[in-house]
Each structure stands twice: as structure tokens, then as C-alpha cells.
Nanobody, 117 residues
Framework: QVQLVESGGGLVQPGGSLRLSCAAS????????MAWYRQAPGKQRELVAD???????NYTDSVKGRFTISRDNVKGTVYLQMNSLKPEDTAVYYC???????????WGQGTQVTVSS
């Protein structure tokens, strides 16, 4: 059974930082692509960042230069380091994984990130 367990969300002031973690089990982590999505109230879920099994990363334009996605294949964990946070980054952040296009996709339960003074 595949499980993705996110942690690290919370309340932070504008300009602050948070690091999200997603611990995966039930998959061969090293060969899976991993990603972080987010969904703000009243908006569609959007891709924030993804990382291939080989470590190639991709970011949505609004977070480039502020967020960094990384993975630890030994720990089976993917991270999202978020710096210079803005109120518009407020959302529920979800961890995602799949082996490749056409394979099953799996989601975590989400972790709330709130950026507010």
C-alpha cells in the first residue's frame, strides 16, 4: 500500500521560510518522479515543483528562485524548501508521485501553509 505523509506546514510571516517533507512508503522511491502541488481556497490545484528520478527539477514561474525541491532516495523523502514566502503562497500543499506517465498516481493528505502577518 502506497503512503505519502506530508509534514512541515504551518503559519509563517511574509518573508519567512518553511520546509515541507513527504515520506513515501510502498513504492520503489528511487525510480519514481515526485512533485509538490498546492491548492488555495477557490482555486484549482496547481503544480509547484517536480523532480525526476534522476534529479531534474522543474518549477512553476511564481516560485522560481524562492522554492527548492530535493529528494533523499535513502530516506525515501522529498522536500520543498520555501523561502521568501508571500501571502499568495497560502494553500494546502500536496505531495504526489508516479513512476511515469500512464502509471498510477498517488497523493498525500496535504499540509496547510499559511503566510500572514
Amino acid at each position: 500500500q502506497v503512503q505519502l505523509v506530508e509534514s512541515g506546514g504551518g503559519l509563517v510571516q511574509p518573508g519567512g521560510s518553511l520546509r515541507l517533507s513527504c515520506a513515501a512508503s510502498g513504492i520503489i522511491f528511487s525510480i519514481n518522479a515526485m512533485a509538490w502541488y498546492r491548492q488555495a481556497p477557490g482555486k484549482q490545484r496547481e503544480l509547484v515543483a517536480d523532480i525526476t528520478s534522476g534529479g531534474i527539477t522543474n518549477y512553476t514561474d511564481s516560485v522560481k528562485g524562492r522554492f527548492t525541491i530535493s529528494r533523499d532516495n535513502v530516506k525515501g523523502t522529498v522536500y520543498l524548501q520555501m523561502n521568501s514566502l508571500k501571502p499568495e503562497d497560502t494553500a494546502v500543499y500536496y505531495c504526489w508521485t508516479s513512476r511515469r506517465l500512464g502509471y498510477p498516481e498517488y497523493w498525500g493528505q496535504g499540509t496547510q501553509v499559511t503566510v500572514s502577518s
